[in-house]
Nanobody, 115 residues
Framework: QVHLVEFGGGLVQPGGSLRLSCVAS????????MAWYRQAPGKQRELVAG???????DYVDSVKGRFTMSRDNAKNTVYLQMNTLKPEDTAVYSC?????????WGQGTQVTVSS
């Protein structure tokens, strides 16, 4: 069983920045494929960024150049640095871990971009 807890959401003005953190339990973190998803009200959940164990990262087109996903295996943590935030980035952001064919979800953290 893998437990994930996200931190760092909140209210930010357009153009601002936030950094989300996701801390995972367990000793096999370096073998987890990690990703960030988001779901806005009335919209389908979408994959924002995914980072494999080889270090490669993919981003949805709408966040390329603005969001950066990174991981610190020593801290069992992945981050999502979000810059130049837009109102359309408002959503609940959740991290996931995939390990041995199982997908685990965090509880999510709300990000609201509004003036």
């Amino acid at each position: 069983q893998v437990h994930l807890v996200e931190f760092g959401g909140g209210l930010v003005q357009p153009g601002g920045s936030l950094r989300l953190s996701c801390v995972a339990s367990g000793s096999m973190f370096s073998f987890f494929h990690m990703a960030w998803y988001r779901q806005a009200p009335g919209k389908q959940r979408e994959l924002v960024a995914g980072r494999g164990i080889d270090g490669s990262t993919d981003y949805v087109d709408s966040v390329k150049g603005r969001f950066t996903m990174s991981r610190d295996n020593a801290k069992n943590t992945v981050y999502l640095q979000m810059n130049t935030l837009k109102p359309e980035d408002t959503a609940v952001y959740s991290c996931t871990a995939v390990y041995r064919g199982m997908i685990y979800w965090g509880q999510g953290t709300q990000v609201t971009v509004s003036s």
